[in-house]
């Protein structure tokens, strides 16, 4: 196995990250055992001139090449190795005021250092650690011997490493996916949707992500679709038909879903929609009517909202909670409205008592509906 560099960084290397200038000082190997192989990645030491200390990882996973940005933070609610020790995946956790679960077990080996390493790391350490989450919190404990750490982290875009480093984008060779095929720097049609989705992976997924390896993603299917294109039914004292249905793939960072989402249109051609698993393997549904800002609002400001920040359209008012892309998987006419198989959007919701709010845009048009949830009953053997 070669330990050598696979990015472009080098030791002594300055990067500028939230306004702090950071000196690449070491890099470190780490791997884990699979399947009677070892899955490596890079850590990379950064350290500031007054001795704060950040970690900057590079690895590949099935998503491709990724760059996460890590600190130590000190619980509010600390545990020593031994409680960690016990922990099973499942297991509920609070550190800091946020209840999360157990959701990844592994450990760890130190397989090269280059430079300097973090105090106290070495060639043949190995570590025990485990990832909790709840939504897009993920927080990370790690452990060897008496010794804990605990991590925030996030997961950043190439672009913004390259810029810290000063560095052509080209060099970090970064990958993301569109409609399911992998694509070097996120190539889709019109420049300004490649800006605002970096704003979104940047700004606004400031989900944690472990430090050492990145957790499988949970997948759920959708549910088998209990209605039908053409179906008509009266909701909310006003009767729809259906007139297209599509099965939306929802990606966030560690989580993949399908939910079926129906086009309705009333005689008069008022839109709605309906969406059936709205939560990841639910089987529930949420009812959505257009929302129409006075004034329109450019896919750039959307793409720039954050996750818990509050949003208000049109007195609709709630804190971010999920940030998305949707893309249309499968159509039941292939090109019904509003729906066109491979179609690829961004998007945020949120949640504020029984009212919902979902934005959702492309390149060209921001979308936003106001919504809530309806118990099953409600649906089951309405459409005719």
């Not at 090449?65 to 031994?82: G, I, K, L, V």
């Not at 990844?104 to 350490?125: F, K, M, N, Q």
Request: net charge negative; glycine share 10%.
């Amino acid at each position: 196995m070669s330990f050598n560099n696979p990015t472009p960084l080098q030791l002594g290397m300055a990067g500028t990250f939230s306004a702090k200038s950071y000196r690449v000082a070491g890099r470190v190997v780490l791997g884990v055992e699979e399947a009677g192989s070892i899955y490596y990645w890079n850590e990379f030491n950064l350290q500031t001139d007054t001795g704060e200390a950040a970690t900057l990882v590079y690895e590949v996973t099935e998503r491709g090449p990724e760059w996460r940005w890590f600190e130590m933070f000190e619980p509010q609610f600390p545990m020593t190795a031994e409680d960690a020790a016990t922990k099973r995946v499942g297991d509920p956790l609070n550190l800091d005021g946020t209840d999360v679960r157990v959701t990844l077990l592994e450990t760890s080996r130190v397989y090269h250092i280059e430079g300097t390493a973090p105090e106290g790391v070495e060639v043949g350490d190995i570590a025990h650690y485990f990832n909790a989450e709840s939504g897009n919190v993920m927080q990370v404990v790690s452990w060897t011997g008496n010794e804990v750490e605990f991590y925030h982290g996030r997961t950043i875009p190439a672009a913004v490493v390259a810029e810290a480093f000063h560095l052509p984008l080209e060099a970090l060779k970064p990958v993301f996916f569109t409609g399911g095929t992998p694509v070097s720097h996120h190539v889709v049609q019109g420049a300004v949707l490649a800006v605002f989705v970096l704003a979104i992976l940047f700004a606004g997924y400031a989900s944690c992500v472990p430090p050492r390896r990145a957790p499988a993603i949970s997948q759920f299917p959708a549910p088998v679709s209990p209605l039908k294109t053409g179906g008509t039914a009266t909701l909310k004292d006003t009767e729809y038909r259906i007139a297209a249905h599509c099965v939306m793939e929802i990606a966030e960072v560690g989580l993949r879903f399908e939910r079926h989402e129906y086009s309705l249109q009333n005689n008069d051609g008022t839109e709605a929609l309906l969406i059936y698993g709205w939560k990841p393997g639910a089987k529930d549904w949420a009812f959505f009517t257009p929302l129409h800002p006075a004034v329109p609002v450019m896919p750039q400001k959307a793409a720039a909202v954050r996750w818990k920040q509050t949003v208000n359209v049109e007195g609709v008012a709630v804190p971010v909670s999920e940030l998305f892309r949707s893309t249309v998987r499968q159509t039941d006419n292939g090109q019904g409205p509003g729906f066109k198989t491979g179609e690829v959007f961004y998007g945020f919701s949120g949640q504020n008592g029984p009212t919902l709010l979902l934005a959702r845009w492309n390149d060209r048009a921001v979308d936003f509906y106001k919504g809530t949830i309806l118990p099953g009953g409600a649906i089951a053997g309405v459409f005719q």
